[in-house]
């Protein structure tokens, strides 16, 4: 039985894990590279497998860097089921279509391009980095994708073959977000566990419920985004939340809100219905500048079963937690731009990690003014513009200029949908007998290597750091 890491090793994105027990060939995962051109260029890289021979693919939830190359996949020959829950094939639809549309404005933007400004392609690396970076898929490549999903809720063991069964447990990460539990049966008849821990989220965060702990497994895949640190407490992070915007009422500046059309905005929305509700907060004009983020808020209110208690009880006293007076949507481009001339507004727009979408043209506009506040609420991966935003470089290159740094920075890691190093430690000590292996996957190189380096002291068990393409037997 071979274990392949095609992405996500020794980075935080492109995550896909290929796995043939000798009878069966399935991924779990099939994500898209994000952040350094260098990075970027794998996306283009064929994959190390025939996608024509794979049975199937078990998607843990609806993110881009696990959900992203799919359509590639499917283009290029895999005709097998795609299995996840309900929330994560209609949020992936979603993602996927958006990420069409902007590769699409991205590549016709550098096409029009004079000549006189276009680099010469044969010569110049950034001529040869747009080539590579012509759409991975169209907006057509979405629906064949759906097509092939098979969505199955938590708890229930399928068998996918004689010898390949799987329960998708949930993840608390994103609404649908699933942890995968495979047992497979080898060639000898003895029966062998692998868990994949897809992106786990803190215990306590909203909306979602709190990861689900599994008992037990030989081979563990997890992640270790931030295996480094500590988040501040939910209680903290609310209290200087609702500080900034205060703060910046105050000041009569705009509060810019990079954040991920699924997931994020939601959370953030929920805090803000809370202190709106709650009187703590009043007569603060919040845009939602984000029609994905708007199409992902409607596919949460139809899955109300996937909620935590706390949003349950919202509901059942009739307050949607995601509306209150103050709220706009922000639906087309030239409303959008009409926000330039507001003073005293929050806008919640994407992409989370600033490399494209409404937030950047918002970004320019206002990154330059003292009384502007950036609030950073997820993950930004090294190379984006996010990432050299909250490592404070003085000066940013937006769309071909160079801007100073003078907006107000402030990095929310309560918000964080990935558990810290506290909550990994903690899922991983709740099998109840010690794995053979654990796989350090999705971290930062010098994350996983040092995460894992603990947890192989503290649990007494192998911790293996794959790199990428790196295939194991498991034994």
């Not at 949020?91 to 400004?117: G, H, M, N, P, V």
């Amino acid at each position: 039985m071979k274990l392949k890491f095609c992405g996500g090793v020794r980075t935080v994105t492109g995550s896909c894990y290929y796995l043939d027990t000798g009878s069966y060939k399935l991924l779990v995962e099939c994500g898209a590279f994000q952040g350094k051109d260098d990075v970027e260029r794998l996306n283009y890289e064929p994959f190390p497998f025939n996608p024509s021979e794979i049975d199937a693919v078990i998607l843990t939830h609806a993110h881009y860097d696990h959900c992203g190359r799919l359509p590639v996949l499917v283009k290029q020959g895999f005709k097998g089921k795609i299995i996840s829950t309900q929330p994560t094939r209609d949020l992936t639809k979603i993602i996927l279509l958006d990420a069409a549309r902007l590769q699409k404005e991205e590549y016709s933007r550098w096409e029009s391009r004079s000549k006189a400004e276009k680099p010469k392609k044969e010569s110049s690396e950034e001529g040869a980095l747009f080539m590579e970076k012509r759409p991975l898929f169209l907006e057509e490549d979405v629906q064949p994708v759906i097509d092939l999903f098979d969505v199955y809720p938590y708890g229930s063991s399928v068998h996918l073959s004689k010898d390949v069964e799987f329960r998708l447990r949930d993840a608390g990460h994103i609404l649908g977000s699933s942890i995968v539990e495979l047992w497979i049966k080898t060639a000898e008849g003895r029966e062998r566990k692998i868990v994949f821990s897809g992106d786990l989220g803190q215990p306590g965060i909203r909306i979602v419920r709190d990861p689900d702990l599994i008992r037990e497994a030989d081979y563990v895949v997890c992640e270790s985004t931030y295996g480094n640190r500590l988040h501040k407490s939910k209680d903290e992070t609310i209290l200087e939340f609702l500080s900034i915007l205060k703060q910046a009422q105050e000041q009569n500046g705009n509060v810019l809100i990079p954040a991920f059309a699924i997931g994020r905005s939601q959370e953030v929305l929920y805090e803000i219905n809370l202190f709106v509700e709650n009187k703590i907060l009043e007569n603060l004009p919040v845009y939602l500048d984000s029609p994905m983020a708007k199409e992902a808020t409607n596919i949460y209110k139809q899955y109300p079963t996937f909620y935590d208690e706390d949003a349950r009880r919202l509901l059942e006293k009739g307050d949607d937690p995601f509306q209150f007076p103050g709220l706009v949507f922000v639906n087309s481009a030239e409303e959008s731009k009409r926000l330039i001339s507001k003073q005293g507004i929050v806008i919640i727009a994407g992409s989370g990690m600033c490399t494209g979408g409404r937030i950047v043209h918002h970004i320019k506009n206002n990154i330059e003014k003292e009384n502007t506040h950036m609030i950073f609420v997820g993950y930004q991966v090294d190379g984006t513009l996010g990432r050299r935003i909250v490592d404070r470089t003085p000066e940013v290159k937006i769309m071909g200029k160079q801007y100073s740094v003078r907006a107000q920075i402030h990095t929310l890691g309560g918000f964080s949908a990935h558990g810290d190093q506290r909550d990994l430690r903690y899922w991983l000590r709740s099998f109840g007998h010690t794995p053979k292996k654990i796989f350090m996957v999705h971290g930062d190189e010098e994350i996983s290597i040092g995460f894992g380096t603990n947890i192989q002291s503290e649990l007494k068990v192998e911790v293996d750091i794959p790199k990428l393409n790196e295939e194991v037997e498991l034994k």
